[in-house]
């Protein structure tokens, strides 16, 4: 299940959820990468995206729906509307795609 999870930058199989980042490019391009392998990555420069399955990056997303909901309460803006809708969707997306298929 998980040998469809290949890292981008050693190629071999990512066996855990723990060891899994994914990366994000033009938000529709998803990367997969061991840990190691993407810091690595980093500090040799090379740009990877920004990771989407990070502790960071859900609190980030929780604090972007809380500041969303707040100004469309006030505001009533569509576009706010479609943050608070599509935000945990794409999260969602994340876990489906790589998450779910691999051990904790």
């Known amino acids: 299940m998980s040998d469809s999870l290949k890292c981008n930058v050693c190629g071999k199989a990512i066996e855990s959820r723990k060891d899994l980042v994914v990366t994000n490019q033009a ?4 990367l997969t990468f061991h840990e190691d392998c993407y810091k690595k990555a980093i ?8 990771p989407v399955n990070t502790v960071a990056s859900d ?3 929780a604090i972007i729906l809380v500041a969303a ?3 469309y309460i006030f505001t009533k803006k569509f576009l706010l509307l479609l943050v608070l809708v599509a935000s945990p969707i794409y999260r969602f997306i994340i876990w489906w795609r790589f998450e779910r298929q691999l051990k904790s």
Not at 27 to 30: A, Y
Not at 43 to 50: D, E, P
Request: proline share 0%.
């Open 27 to 30: 938000i529709t391009r998803f």
């Open 69 to 71: 909901l707040v100004f």
């Open 43 to 50: 500090k040799a420069g090379k740009l990877l995206g920004r």
């Open 59 to 61: 609190i980030f997303l």
